[in-house]
């Protein structure tokens, strides 16, 4: 019986292995590594603000119909776009405490917003991201505006108070409307006083 023979032109396992693990030793260096991963962060982050994601929530899409509509007569498309933050009077809340609701209540939309409608967002901060507070009578006027500014496509986000301050847990203190064109965000708060 002939006994395997190896080829010295042929390298061993142990050998390939050493090899195969010098060659990514190298391609993990950090002046390589780095380099590629910030690379990669900058063309994903591209890739992903150039085109809009779907939405997986059950919220109807913003700007439909009636107000695409609206968008098309009243202007070109470079209109300035504005947010209304709608605080409620009837709480008493102080000054600083409606500063914080109000910060929720932007933040609230923009989070969804980057979810359903991006290229809004970057029309709105092309425009500065205009915010305008105003102030309502009670939770009865809240839902009506609330009501009116999702007929007509505007997005909105009402802010639930968690209650370890100045105002019970649960009260719906501040609604953002928009951000969307001002002419249509005027159809339904421009009579609001400002706060």
């Not at 899409?61 to 107000?67: E, S």
């Not at 695409?68 to 209304?84: H, I």
Request: glycine share 8%.
């Amino acid at each position: 019986m002939w006994a395997p023979t190896r080829n010295s032109s042929q390298p061993s396992n142990k050998k390939l292995q050493k090899q195969g693990s010098a060659l990514l030793g190298v391609s993990f260096k950090p002046e390589n590594f780095i380099p590629g991963l910030v690379i990669g962060f900058i063309l994903g982050l591209f890739l992903d603000l150039s085109k809009p994601t779907k939405t997986l929530s059950k919220k109807k899409n913003f700007l439909p119909g009636k107000l695409r509509e609206l968008d098309l007569v009243s202007s070109n498309a470079d209109q300035d776009l504005k947010m209304v933050l709608v605080v409620r009077q009837d709480l008493k809340m102080k000054a600083g405490k409606i500063a914080s609701q109000c910060a929720h209540a932007a933040t609230g939309i923009y989070a969804e917003l980057m979810h359903s409608d991006r290229s809004l967002l970057r029309e709105w901060e092309d425009c500065g991201q205009p915010k305008i507070v105003v102030s309502c009578r009670n939770q009865q006027e809240m839902n009506k505006l609330r009501d009116a500014a999702e007929d007509i496509g505007l997005p909105t986000f009402v802010v639930a108070d968690a209650g370890r301050t100045q105002v019970s847990a649960g009260s719906k203190t501040v609604l953002a409307i928009g951000p969307g064109p001002k002419v249509v965000v005027d159809s339904v708060t421009g009579k609001l006083n400002l706060l």
